[in-house]
């Protein structure tokens, strides 16, 4: 049987948060249609999120990738690739490709010192005027979370791997050390104030 769940818990409640992210970057993206190239960068074990998003090129970007993902994502017109996060390689793509990048509860799961790194790297693989958009926990939920997956109401694999925690400030501060302006870095909440968003659009 195919592994449709786009976390790696199986819990309903984890596939309900997911695809409520989801939602708020679908939001968010219709504001650029249409998008010709997007790169959801943290792809899971299904690509649920690129199956559904509204664009002519779809890549997803994960550590590894099984031959069931790769039938999987074939079969919707997209392309996979193999990269680990905390490499400190470059990503594998010329500069300028993409109109569009996500990174949907991925950010906390990078080690801190590499998240700069990664967000320079797709600074540079963003095109003129593309967007970045990446949502992550709040950070004070961070005990609500860990208490959550400790009695299995949450994935508990999901949570363990988190390796940093975020405010809007701190989130902002990243984005503008990748070279993101100012003027065009938004942030936000949802689903109560327990998650955050971030986005901003590469200027010269």
Known sequence: MK???AVRGRSPLDEILA???HGVAYRKLEQFQPINSCLDIGSGNYPIFLIKLQAEGKHGLEKSVSPEVRE???QNQ????EYDLESRTSLPFEGGSFEAVTMIAVIEHIQPENVS?????IYRILK???VLFVTTPAAWTDIILRTMAKLRIIAKEEIDDHKDTFTRA?????????GFPTATTETGTFEFFMNLWIWS???S
């Open 78 to 81: 997209i392309s996979m690739t």
């Open 170 to 178: 701190k989130l902002r501060e990243y984005f503008i050390n990748a």
């Open 72 to 74: 999987i994502a074939g």
């Open 117 to 121: 790194f990664i967000l320079s790297e």
């Open 128 to 130: 003129e005027d593309g």
């Open 201 to 203: 659009q590469k200027k």
């Open 19 to 21: 695809r409520l992210r």
């Open 3 to 5: 592994n449709t769940h």
